[in-house]
């Protein structure tokens, strides 16, 4: 069986009473945290360009953190970070794409110029897509996010030859699937509303993107991802 094929196993989330790993020893490591859509992106990226032996994951429990992490890693205190040839680097979004321009394995941005824009543009849109779609929450979130994703479907078709954003898997996947699986599972368990009701495009590319086993292993439990939605988000339903 081909390494990639193996079940990679996670190591156990660092709370307060963890030891430090060594910082700057020139090993890669990956600062995450398994539920955390930010940290799902690179992780995602690290995945798909075959980079599980080259990027190692050190899980922070965030509920329980590590000081050290604060005061020796990254001073932000949030995950995801990239401790890489000597420094920290944090922000999901630009660590995509700093794997994906640093390490070897498959790119994740197209060359096709009209790609590469378009891309651009989506990712540019990503943040106020998912705050647009945390803040429906508070009110008709059926009504309210039904714009987001009849302006998602709309972008999926802008290329046909494939399923995905830019037609092929890219960046722009990366940066949208872990909140769209998230709100996807919410509004389904929570609001009894499947998103991808007279959304063929969007239904496709879940359908897609849940082939790709490199995100399909940073998924996160449904029920895991509902309790914490109305724990944090939702404290009426
Ligand atoms: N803009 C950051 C956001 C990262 C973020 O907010 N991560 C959360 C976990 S999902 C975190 O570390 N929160 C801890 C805190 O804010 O103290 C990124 O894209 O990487």
């Given at each position: ?8 196993i996670?190591?156990p ?32 990226t690290?995945?798909?360009k075959?980079?599980q ?13 590590p000081?050290?992490?604060k ?18 680097i944090?922000?999901s979004?630009d ?13 994740l ?7 590469k ?31 987001v994703f ?13 399923p ?15 909140f ?10 929570v609001?009894k509303?499947d998103?991808t009701?007279g ?5 496709a ?15 996160t439990?449904?029920k ?14």
């Amino acid at each position: 069986m081909a390494t990639a094929a193996l079940k990679e196993i996670l190591p156990p989330s660092l709370t307060s009473v963890s030891e430090q790993p060594p910082l700057f020893d020139g090993t890669t490591r990956l600062y995450t945290s398994y539920t955390c859509p930010f940290a799902q992106r690179v992780w995602i990226t690290r995945n798909y360009k075959g980079l599980q032996e080259k990027i190692k994951l050190v899980a922070i429990d965030l509920g329980d953190r590590p000081a050290w992490y604060k005061e020796k890693v990254y001073p932000e205190n949030k995950v995801p970070s990239l401790e890489h040839n000597g420094k920290v680097i944090g922000e999901s979004l630009d660590l995509i794409k700093y794997v994906d321009a640093n390490f070897e394995g498959p790119s994740l941005v197209p060359s096709d110029p009209a790609k590469k824009e378009f891309g651009k543009k989506l990712v540019s849109e990503v943040d106020s897509v998912t705050r647009e779609l945390y803040s429906a929450l508070k009110g008709d979130a059926i009504q309210q996010t039904s714009s987001v994703f009849d302006s998602l479907e709309n972008a999926l078709g802008k290329f046909d030859d494939g399923p995905f954003f830019l037609g092929q898997f890219s960046w722009v996947d990366i940066a949208y699937i872990p909140f769209i699986e998230r709100f996807q599972v919410v509004l389904a368990d929570v609001f009894k509303h499947d998103i991808t009701e007279g959304r063929p495009k969007l239904r496709a590319w879940i359908e897609e993107v849940n082939k790709i086993d490199a995100y399909a292993r940073t998924r996160t439990d449904p029920k895991e991802i509902v309790e914490l939605f109305k724990k944090r988000f939702l404290p009426q339903q």
